[in-house]
Structure formats: C-alpha cells, structure tokens
C-alpha cells in the first residue's frame, strides 16, 4: 500500500472513531454528573423552597424521569446537535452560552500559546546551542520551574504583585467598563478592534489580556524548551549537520534553517495538543484571573449542577481535541514523510 492511501485509510479510521469517542465521554459525563452529591434544584430555587414546588420544578426540567430516559432524550437531542438548555441561566441554549464565552478563551489560549512558543523555543535554542554551560543549565532549570509551578498559586502571587501591589495590570475583567466595547464582528476584542481601526480599544483590550496570558504563556513555554532542547541537542549531533559544518556554512544557518526545521516535528505535535486543551479549558487560569471565558462558565455551572451547560460544553471541548488530533497528524504526515501509517 502507498504512503498516500495509507495516510487515507488512516485518517478515514480516525474519523469514524471520532463519534465513538465523543459518545464515551458524553456518557461518562452524564453518569458522573448524576453520581455526584448535590441537587440542582436547590442550587436553583434554594433551601428554603417547598417540596411541592420542588418536585413541580423537577418533573417540568425532566429531572424527575428515569435515568435511562433522561440519557435518551439527551442523546436524541445531541445528535440533532441540540445541546440542551440551561436550567440556571433562564432558559438560554447552551450553543448561546458557548458563543457568547467561548471567544474570551480563544483570546486567552491564543495569546498565550505565542507567547509560550516564542519563549520555549528560544529558551530551548540557546540552552541546546551551548552544551554544558551555564545557559544549558538555566535552560533546563527554567523548564523544570515552569513545568512545575502550580498555575493557582502562580497566578495569585503574580495578581498580588503586578495587580494590586505595583497596579500595572487590572484585575478580574475582559475589557475596561469606561470604553465602548469594540463592534463585534468575531468576537476577539483584539481583533474586532482592529479591523474597525480602533486602536485605542486594542490597546485596551491587549492590557487586559496581558497579565493572564504572560502567566500562563509563561508556564506553558516549559513544555516545548524541554522538547526543543533534547530534540534539538540529539539533531546537531546528525552526520548532516556535521556535513553542513565542513562545507563552512555559518552556525547560525545551521541551528535555524537545518537543525530546528527536523526538531520542530514534536513540537509541532505538542502544540496542536496543548493549544487544543487550553481551547477545551484553561479552567485554572480563567478562575484564578476571574477571566470571562467559557472554562470559567463551565466550573460556575459544574457548582450549580447545572447539567446540560456542563455536559454541552464538555462535548463542545472535547470535539475540539480529537478535531485537533486529527488534523496534527495529517499535518506530522506531509512535514516529515518518513512517518508511515
């Protein structure tokens, strides 16, 4: 079988397990979510409630029907791609609650995974470039403290200083209240503001943005100077590189145009997953910063039992991850064709 078909018949089996996939993580959402302690409607109407009213509440949200029941009437509903309706925002769809969050979070996780690229690699490239010295061994302790460091408690120390003690950065908001919020055309305030020129709501926006993203950016970055520095290292030790060193070619054309482009294969694998899951909920990061992002909506809804908004937009991140893992290989497959399926 060729490379070609052989790429097609995998990417074709990918594809049908995908549904299979999601079904299983569906399923166990919404038998873990009814295994939990906790009623939701009393996160809904509250203690003081009466029973009667209660049990009207419960039969009128179809909570009171059987287990099996409820679990068919949601997959009949999912796979009309109906995710349901919350039971504590007042009605609203839960596809409406994904669009009106969601775009805070991709604003976040693709901030943050530039600055985490920007930083990982050319940490990792200046650490793998001098072998046993002493910018090899800060390389590797900066990846060691990043890949280590608790978000959470990074985060406060991080508001602590920069928020409240210094005040160079604000604290637990979007976008500043005393600005009109950019014409929404995507959803991005960085990137709605400027496609309609409005640099000073850019400018704006990007403040808000900076503090959450540095941090995380800044944990993250210790996940791909590890990679790029072991691969990197192994690759100038490849016979081509030494060929390329005998024939004078300058070591900086060497790291950058030979050296980095074969160990960019993993890393670029690393990056499709780790952006994928901050897209699927970088819950530590939006509830340590109180950023207005759909993973900061999903940890209010797991507290309020609120099971169709949790389980809709579980299954929303988690077809953005097997997506991701799809289209990382078929990308892997036409940069390094030596990979065979």
């Known amino acids: 079988m060729s490379r070609s078909k052989a790429l097609q018949s995998y990417i074709l089996i990918r594809l049908l397990l995908a549904p299979l996939m999601l079904w299983t993580i569906t399923t166990l959402v919404f038998l873990l979510l009814r295994a939990t302690p906790g009623d ?67 604003e976040l996780a693709v901030v943050s995974m530039a600055i985490a690229l920007i930083v990982g690699i050319g940490v990792g490239m200046m650490s793998a470039s001098r072998p ?3 910018w090899d061994a ?17 985060g406060t120390i991080v508001q602590l200083v920069f928020a409240v003690q210094l005040r160079w950065f604000p604290l637990g908001t979007r976008y500043p209240t005393e600005i009109p919020v950019p014409k929404t055309i995507t959803g991005l305030y960085t990137i709605d503001s400027l496609l309609t020129g ?29 990679i ?10 490849a016979d081509y590189v030494e060929a390329a060193r005998a024939r004078g070619i300058p070591e900086g054309r060497i790291l950058v145009a030979h050296a980095l482009k074969n160990a960019m294969i993993p890393v670029i694998t ?26 900061n909506r999903l940890y209010e809804a797991i507290s309020l039992r609120d099971y169709p908004t949790v389980q809709g ?7 953005i991850v097997v997506l991701a893992s799809i289209l990382i290989d078929i990308l892997n497959a036409y940069i390094d064709p030596r990979i065979r399926y």
């Open 198 to 226: 409005q640099f000073d709501q850019f400018f704006a926006a990007l403040h808000h943005l900076a503090l959450p993203c540095l941090t995380l950016g800044i944990l993250i970055s210790g996940i791909f100077e590890r």
């Open 138 to 154: 800060g390389g590797r302790l900066f990846g060691i403290l990043t890949y280590s460091i608790p978000m959470f408690w990074f």
């Open 40 to 106: 939701p409607i009393d996160a809904i109407l509250g203690p003081k409630a009466s029973d009667e009213f209660k049990e009207q509440m419960r039969e009128q949200l179809g909570l009171g029907d059987p287990l099996w029941l409820q679990y068919v009437n949601y997959m009949g509903r999912l796979l009309s791609f109906d995710l349901g309706t919350s039971i504590t925002s007042r009605g609203q769809k839960v596809w409406e609650i994904i669009g009106d969050f969601f775009p805070a979070t991709v």
């Open 132 to 134: 046993n010295t002493v």
């Open 313 to 319: 937009i579980v299954v929303f991140f988690a077809a």
């Open 228 to 237: 790029v520095r072991v691969n990197l290292k192994q690759t100038l030790q």
């Open 270 to 295: 690393v990056m499709g997953l780790t952006l994928a899951a901050l897209l699927g909920g970088a819950i530590l990061t939006e509830v340590t910063f109180s950023w207005p992002g759909l993973a």
